[in-house]
């Protein structure tokens, strides 16, 4: 099951991380070509020619799952995006999200510390469950007790010009210093683009001797 996220980015960046899975994408024509060379498949005929096409295509799904072919957003997106995660300690097992819960990383009153600035492309990549999962929930319940402390926050001062009004300048401060701690699934993800678009370089097809 996939899941579907929309973040803003920078629209230069977005382009180099379309650049590079378009250089994914066409370094995976290669192999293919090669992988079909190196088979035989215009001299072989029938059930050998099916099973060769059979091996050749679990062969190039297991290279996109080891993430060697990289020929989707999410695929380029999956290394990075993982040890983010792990260094996140958010990559294991969390309890379901309960029903009606507010969305994880989602700023109570207020857009959140990344909003706006230069990001003004949109990013639409659909993560698998072993990506999302941990995601959502982990930020979730992570960012619990900051989003309870805001919901106080507003319960006291209310929101809007009365919250102006009402509540003294300390008060704000501190609202503004537990918003500035929540993590919000953008910043993971564009942390995640940051580090693939700055570190990935594209390389020539893996060897074919081995199968």
Do not use: F, K, Y
């Amino acid at each position: 099951m996939g899941h579907t996220r929309v973040i803003a980015v920078r629209p230069e960046d977005l382009n180099r991380l379309d650049v590079l899975v378009t250089a994914q994408q066409a370094a995976e024509t290669r192999w293919q070509a090669a992988a079909e060379a190196h088979a035989g498949v215009l001299d072989l005929r029938s059930a050998a020619l099916r099973q060769a096409r059979t091996r050749i295509r679990a062969e190039r799904e297991r290279l996109r799952e080891a993430g060697t072919h990289r020929v989707t957003r999410w695929r380029a997106l999956a290394p990075a995006l993982r040890v983010e995660l792990q260094d996140r300690r958010l990559l294991q097992e969390w309890e379901p999200v309960p029903g009606g819960a507010r969305q994880a990383g989602q700023n109570l009153g207020g857009t959140g510390p990344h909003a706006g600035i230069g990001l003004t492309a949109r990013l639409c990549v659909t993560l698998p469950d072993d990506l999302a999962v941990p995601l959502v929930r982990g930020l979730h319940w992570t960012n619990l007790p900051r989003l309870q402390a805001l919901e106080a926050w507003t319960d006291r001062w209310g929101t809007g010009s009365a919250a102006v009004r009402a509540a003294p300048a300390q008060a704000h401060e501190e609202r503004a210093r537990t918003a500035a701690q929540i993590t919000t699934t953008g910043q993971i993800l564009r942390a995640a683009l940051h580090h693939t678009i700055h570190q990935h370089r594209t390389t020539d097809p893996p060897s074919l001797s081995s199968w």
